[in-house]
């Protein structure tokens, strides 16, 4: 079945570091590619997402590039900040008119001033 | 509010009894999705509305779980029953249209359920 795999947390940076979260996944034809982030006692929101090979998400100097090749989906943010602490997750919408969304585990990610 | 809502914030319940979670989805978003979010096993799908169309049930657990939307808006989430291993947090989330794949989902800020 589908399925999506994430780097293992936690990702301790210092202060304008570069930040690597490795994601690939597992699915049938071409889904659809989000990452999602949960800051401490919020709700899931959308980060960044892209609908097909080559396409390249970005949000908040965030970004990632669909790799179909690869099967996948790394976000990468030059200067990561404190604001930027939290649980981050990569997850797969298979397309076709299944929207539910398969999520990897979660990195967490600390960054110290 | 803009946002999904999801009430109570939080239930602590005895082990056995039944509870009912519910969420309001942003105005005018035909899809609706419940989800769980559990320490031993992530963020699980559970059940999805579109429309007037039959959910898809495929995520839920066992038969003690159910949900039901009403008027294409409201949803509940029912658990009978209830164990310890359903302590989790119940997560709404809702999206423009629902399929194609390519949707965006906006999440509420989940029911934490706790089993005792």
């Known amino acids: 079945g589908d399925s999506v795999t994430q780097m293992e947390g936690p990702v301790t940076l210092s202060e304008e570091a570069f930040l690597t979260i490795n994601c690939t996944y597992t699915?049938?034809?071409?889904?659809?590619l989000f990452w999602y982030v949960q800051y401490p006692g919020e709700g899931l929101q959308l980060l960044l997402k892209?609908?097909?090979?080559?396409d390249k998400g970005s949000n908040k100097g965030f970004e990632a590039t669909y790799r179909k090749e690869t099967t996948s989906f790394h976000l990468e943010k030059g200067s990561v900040q404190v604001s930027d602490s939290a649980v981050y997750f990569c997850a797969l919408s298979r397309s076709g008119g299944y929207n539910k969304l398969i999520f990897g585990a979660g990195t967490r990610l600390a960054v110290h001033p | 509010g803009a946002g999904v809502s999801q009430s109570p914030s939080n239930k602590v319940t005895e082990k056995g009894k039944d509870v009912e979670l519910r969420c309001d989805p942003i105005?005018?978003?035909?899809?609706l999705y419940w989800y769980r979010q559990s320490l031993g096993q992530g963020l699980e799908f559970l059940i999805y509305?579109?429309?007037?169309?039959?959910?898809?049930k495929s995520g839920l657990p066992s038969d003690r779980f159910s949900a039901e939307r009403t008027g294409g808006s409201v949803s509940t989430l029912t658990i009978q029953r209830t164990q310890q291993e359903d302590s989790a947090v119940y997560l709404c989330a809702s999206s423009l249209a629902g399929v194609g794949g390519s949707d965006t989902q906006y999440f509420g800020p989940g029911t934490r359920l706790t089993v005792l």
């Open positions: 509305f579109q429309g007037n169309s039959a959910p898809d």
């Open positions: 892209a609908t097909k090979a080559d």
């Open positions: 105005s005018g978003h035909t899809a």
């Open positions: 699915a049938t034809g071409y889904p659809s």
